[in-house]
């Protein structure tokens, strides 16, 4: 069948083998395929029902084949529809802007009007492509726009890297959480007022065997792309109870920050899976989040957050400062803690903007009941001013490096050391005041 019967458009496969034609039979000015995906499609259906979103789509593709370059489009996925057209990469980038703008305009469904929000992904190839290759590229092009928060994104093969390379580092990740070669190292948190560490967050390190090519930011986010961040945050999840309990037998009352991908907070299965794992420890968890992780499903992010703050897991929201929420908007949402983006902790004793910033930022979160957390805490002159300006929670370096579990027990153990560096900063600063 080359015909989806509900929209009237084109299956994936009989557009795929209309590409490999116009690809066999044109000259080498180029074939541009597109992607067009609707965004929080699944809370528009549960809105307004699966029929009119299949109106929503149907309407999205006969408004590109209403444009004289594109001939055929299909339906590829519930939500989403791909096209071609021939021409070079400037008429790409003028068809990004002309289909995003056809896109926006109210669409008819049955009962009334509605507008929905759309997302581009764009390859550009030429005879010697392969119809699969580029239809795949836009694919790839279009979850690219999603990760990176754009409207429309055009393939780039060097930005993407090898798809081969990358399947072949997650097969080595799953080989070696299985061989036992990653660890959780805590980095303390200390309480500025009190000078106890009743917080530590929890970071991955593969220990035997990494390549070198990869951090580790590259290799989560690379398995935020595979699905393969459930098995990760599982492991941890579960190598991070196991800790707490040995904390708990060397009398040490210690909170764990994990941190969550949005990915997997919009999750259901995943968020009941983390409720049994933590068991009747559960409480001992703290859930970190970005920012932009609320955007990808906010309504289902919400009903999840709450869920695990019912059963009394905190709420910390992650490099706060580098997304798009604003204060009055957290206010809503179960969190308990704001870490403030250490980029505004890097330079606060060297310029005169980012303590405004932070000061504002405290002063805010405390009206609104919430705790301050400053992450990149580097030198002393640094803690002391966050300490003065009534930061709650401190952590970085200067206080001390993540730490395998062993190496955290004996820093908690050297009760001295810790009130040194939270009483000395302050100390000194008072006296250069004076």
């Known amino acids: 069948m080359s015909v989806d019967e509900q929209t009237g458009l084109l299956t994936r496969l009989a557009l795929r083998d209309r590409l490999a034609d116009t690809i066999a039979t044109t000259d080498d000015i180029g074939i541009i395929v597109f992607t067009a995906g609707i965004e929080r499609h699944e809370h528009i259906r549960a809105m307004i029902g699966y029929e009119a979103m299949t109106e929503i789509v149907s309407g999205l593709g006969q408004r590109a084949l209403a444009m004289d370059e594109i001939t055929h489009v299909a339906r590829i996925a519930p939500d989403t529809i791909a096209g071609f057209f021939v021409g070079d990469s400037a008429l790409a980038n003028d068809m990004m802007s002309r289909l995003h703008l056809g896109f926006e305009e109210h669409t008819k469904v049955t009962g009334g009007t509605i507008s929905v929000d759309t997302t581009i992904g764009f390859a550009l190839g030429g005879r010697k492509s392969s119809a699969e290759q580029l239809l795949q590229q836009a694919e790839l092009a279009l979850g690219q726009a999603r990760a990176n928060w754009r409207r429309t994104w055009l393939f780039s093969q060097s930005e993407y890297g090898s798809p081969e390379k990358k399947l ?71 190598r991070a109870m196991h800790d707490i309990e040995a904390l708990n037998w060397e009398g040490y009352d210690i909170r764990v920050a994990i941190n969550l991908s949005g990915q997997l907070i919009c999750e259901d299965d995943f968020i009941a899976e983390m409720i049994e794992l933590g068991g009747d420890q559960l409480h001992r968890l703290q859930a970190e989040i970005t920012e932009t992780a609320m955007l990808r499903n906010p309504d289902r992010a919400l009903v999840n957050l709450q869920k695990l703050a019912e059963l009394g897991v905190e709420i910390s ?107 000395g900063p302050l100390l000194n600063f008072l006296t250069q005041l004076k």
């Open 168 to 238: 072949g580092i997650m097969s080595e990740l799953r080989r070696g959480l299985e061989a036992g070669e990653f660890d959780l190292h805590y980095q303390p948190q200390v309480q500025a007022r009190t000078g106890a560490v009743k917080s530590v967050e929890a970071l991955l390190r593969w220990t035997h065997g990494r390549p070198q090519q990869f951090s580790i930011g590259q290799l989560i986010e690379l398995a935020e792309g595979t699905g393969d961040i459930r098995h990760i945050t599982r492991w941890a999840i579960q």
């Open 317 to 423: 929201m992650d490099d706060y400062g580098t997304g798009y929420s604003s204060l009055s908007q957290i206010q809503n949402l179960p969190i308990t803690e704001l870490k403030i983006d250490q980029r505004f902790i890097k330079n606060l004793t060297a310029t005169n903007r980012d303590p405004l910033i932070v000061r504002s930022t405290i002063d805010l979160a405390h009206a609104l009941e919430m705790k301050i957390v400053a992450e990149g805490v580097e030198d002393a002159a640094t803690y002391a001013l966050l300490k003065a300006m009534g930061c709650d929670i401190l952590q970085g370096y200067f206080i001390a490096r993540p730490l395998p579990l062993e190496e955290l027990v004996v820093f908690l153990k050297d009760t001295d050391g810790i009130a040194a560096k939270n009483d």
